[in-house]
């Protein structure tokens, strides 16, 4: 049988999957590295949910996501020997203005994303290695590059652009938006599940390391907290979220840091971790005793609350809120903390709902609806991947 191949590089992750190359593909098996350059863990299961490897891989080298992609492919290949990979569907965080839909990708194509890295730095190297390390692995493989930009890219000008010279925005410095993949998936399964809801007002909110919320009109983005970078927006495991521009100018000209050094700061050393000066894991700030912990958290709620208020203004009402990612899924304290107080947006929470982590955590009274809808960025990309493959 001939499978596809999904690598989804995020900022501290790595997921892949194996799926078959039906119109509708169906995943053979699914894993996840996490916590990369930490207390890294591996994790393989099949379709039905049975671990089939799991382990620590801080042992294995397993801190960088060059070592763990090759620990995911020798994994993988070793458990199905008999795999026939045809097409290996990657996720690409930035697509630049002009890719607004999946591609099959050339040298020239790689060369235009690696053109594209300055854009998202933190991101888009891991993808790049992830589809050259596929190339090598796979020579005959059909590559496929599934971009986290595009399912923003018809956002009304309003919510594409800044109030700067307008000679930037033509050069492509615009607000762009990511989770889109999440996004896309997303929108489908409130399609499938609640039409009435996907044909309205809904606001995703995509919370994880990586922190992002969207707002939806019939399916489609028309703003997102996230702009130019993946840095806009929500506070996040290490990055800041939004930031006051004059803050870079004085980080650059009274502390005297280099521009690299502001890139790291920014990406790597703030939002969560560096509120709390403790971690960037949600599950332990939630546990933590520390006042630093308890702070972050509450301006992690803060700014979901606030972004929530623009966004629902942007749509001109709201009929849904969705919580998706790590920790819009499994976070039960932070849902309900969002949502205390919300009775003006015609929010209302069944405590037990959200609790037992059902799809539906609003009463039956909430104006607006509260679901929880796990994502599947990578069910996504396999089915980008099957479509393309099959029209090469």
């Not at 709390?276 to 933590?288: A, C, G, I, P, V």
Request: with cysteine.
């Amino acid at each position: 049988m001939s499978h596809v191949l999904t690598l989804n590089a995020g900022s501290s992750s790595l997921k892949f999957g194996l799926f078959t190359t039906d119109q509708t593909p169906v995943a053979v098996a699914t894993g996840l590295i996490d916590a990369i350059g930490g207390a890294t863990s591996f994790r393989l299961e099949d379709a039905e949910g049975t671990v089939l490897s799991a382990g620590d891989m801080s042992t294995r080298d397993g801190a960088t996501h060059a070592s763990a992609l090759s620990a995911a492919l020798t994994e993988l290949l070793a458990l199905f020997p008999n795999s026939d990979i045809r097409a290996v569907g990657d996720r690409v965080v930035h697509g630049g203005q002009h890719h607004a839909e999946p591609v099959v990708l050339d040298e020239a194509g790689i060369a235009g994303l690696e053109a594209l890295t300055p854009f998202a730095p933190l991101h888009q190297p891991h993808n790049l290695a992830g589809i050259r390390a596929a190339q090598s692995a796979f020579g005959q493989a059909v590559q496929i590059a599934c971009f986290d930009t595009a399912f923003h890219r018809n956002h009304p000008f309003v919510n594409d652009t800044f109030a700067i010279p307008r000679r930037f925005y033509d050069k492509g410095v615009r607000r762009y938006g990511f989770h889109g993949l999440s996004y896309d998936y997303i929108s489908g399964e409130m399609a499938r599940i609640a039409p009435h809801l996907h044909a309205g007002r809904v606001v995703v909110a995509h919370l994880g390391n990586g922190a992002s919320m969207c707002g939806m009109l019939s399916g489609r983005s028309m703003a997102s907290t996230m702009g130019f970078s993946a840095l806009d927006g929500l506070p996040m495991g290490t990055r800041s979220g939004q930031l006051d521009p004059g803050v870079m100018l004085y980080l650059l000209d009274q502390e005297g840091l280099s521009t690299s050094e502001v890139s790291d700061l920014l990406y790597k050393q703030s939002g969560l971790l560096g509120l709390s000066e403790l971690s960037n894991d949600m599950r332990m700030l939630l546990t933590s005793d520390d006042a630093k912990a308890r702070e972050a958290v509450e301006y992690f709620v803060f700014r979901i609350r606030r972004e929530l208020g623009g966004l629902a203004a942007a749509l001109q009402g709201l009929d849904a809120l969705v919580f998706t990612g790590g920790i819009g899924e499994n976070a039960r304290e932070i849902r309900a903390r969002v949502c205390a107080g919300m009775a003006w947006l015609g929010i209302e929470l069944d405590e037990a709902r959200n609790m037992a982590n059902d799809t539906l955590i609003s009463s039956d009274f909430s104006r607006t609806r509260v679901m929880v809808v796990p994502t599947n960025e990578e069910l996504v990309i396999a089915r980008a991947a099957v479509h393309l493959m099959n029209r090469v």
